[in-house]
């Protein structure tokens, strides 16, 4: 026993010792293999990804059908059971549970992807500006960061999503997105401020390369690594933030399209007698958030030489 952990030891040794020589995408890798943390967090993401894609498939009946409602009573407060057909039964419509929580992991998922992803473009865009060419326009642009930065992130959401007359999901999806914008810029900004001492952008400077091309050549593919962690990271928010804002009323109207914020909203009346049709979205809402902060604890410990356990 002693034996197999000091030649296990030794492995890990050679295996850290012999990054010097890869890519650090390689290294990284490398060490997110051996991440338990990363494992289960990959795991947790890959699980839910496959249900989201296959769930018109998996889904055994229309979301919007209220096929059990003869079983409903309103005067008795009581809802369809799990039963053949209807594994986790109904909820207080008649609809099928089970069928509504499939359905609305792709809505969940593809809002807080697209959010995030929009949110990282608007980012890129400032972080490179500030961070590219200092002085005046480094100090409007960290100006108008500052300002979104001040204001709470859920309170800003609602805020924007507010002013909309008509909420859908596109309304959520911007204000989920316009809340990220200055994070990713803010941490763009630093990472190409450092890139401008560096010695590779001082030394292409030397020899006459153009400025465009030392911004998108050598600055910014080397300050890209902590902005996709965050990118990681703020898929989780963006989830709790998308539906928290259809938990409040400020996503679609129309509950014939599940999502699991809007399916939370919707049990706060019956939650006293009928748990569990809350239970089920906030678990997975919970999950798949656990799932991206897991995978994005792990990706800033293999890219950061500074974070590693």
């Known amino acids: 026993m002693v034996g197999n952990t000091r030649r296990r030891a030794r492995i890990d040794a050679l295996a850290e010792a012999s990054d010097g020589g890869v890519s650090l995408a390689a290294s ?31 889904a055994p009946h229309d979301p919007a059908q209220r096929l059990l409602d003869a079983q409903v009573s309103r005067a008795d407060n009581t809802i369809p059971p799990p039963q053949p057909g209807f594994p986790l039964g109904g909820d207080q419509y008649g609809r099928d549970l089970f069928s509504r929580l499939l359905l609305g ?28 060419f200092a002085g005046w326009v480094d100090a409007v642009v960290m100006r108008i ?37 200055p994070i990713f810029g803010r941490l763009l900004r630093g990472t190409m401020l450092a890139q401008r001492a560096s010695d590779h952008v001082l030394a292409a400077r030397a020899l006459g390369v153009k400025e465009r091309s030392v911004v998108f050549r050598h600055m910014l593919p080397n300050a890209l690594g902590p902005v996709i962690v965050q990118a990681t ?55 798949v958030a656990l799932g991206f902060t897991l995978v994005g604890e792990s990706l800033r410990d293999a890219l950061d030489p500074k974070q590693r356990r």
Do not use: K, Y
Not at 31 to 54: D, E, H, M
Not at 150 to 176: C, D, E
């Open 233 to 287: 990271l703020g898929l989780a928010v963006a989830i709790i933030d998308a539906a928290a804002l259809s938990f409040l009323g400020l996503g679609a109207a129309d509950d014939s399209v599940p999502e699991w914020g809007q399916m939370l909203g919707g049990a706060q009346n019956v939650i006293d007698s009928h748990p569990q049709l809350a239970f089920w979205p906030a678990g997975c809402i919970v999950l």
């Open 28 to 58: 990284a890798w490398r060490r997110l293999r051996r991440s338990p943390v990363f494992l289960i967090g990959a795991s947790i993401i890959v699980v839910f990804v496959l249900l989201a894609l296959l769930a018109p498939v998996l």
């Open 105 to 132: 992991s792709q809505q969940t998922l593809l809002v807080a992807v697209l959010a995030t992803v929009i949110g990282l473009g608007g980012g890129l865009v400032l972080g490179v500006l500030a961070g590219a």
């Open 145 to 181: 960061v500052d300002v979104l930065l001040s204001i709470p992130s859920l309170l800003l959401a609602v805020s924007i999503g507010a002013l909309f007359a008509n909420q859908t999901q596109f309304t959520v999806i911007l204000a989920v997105a316009i809340v990220q914008i």
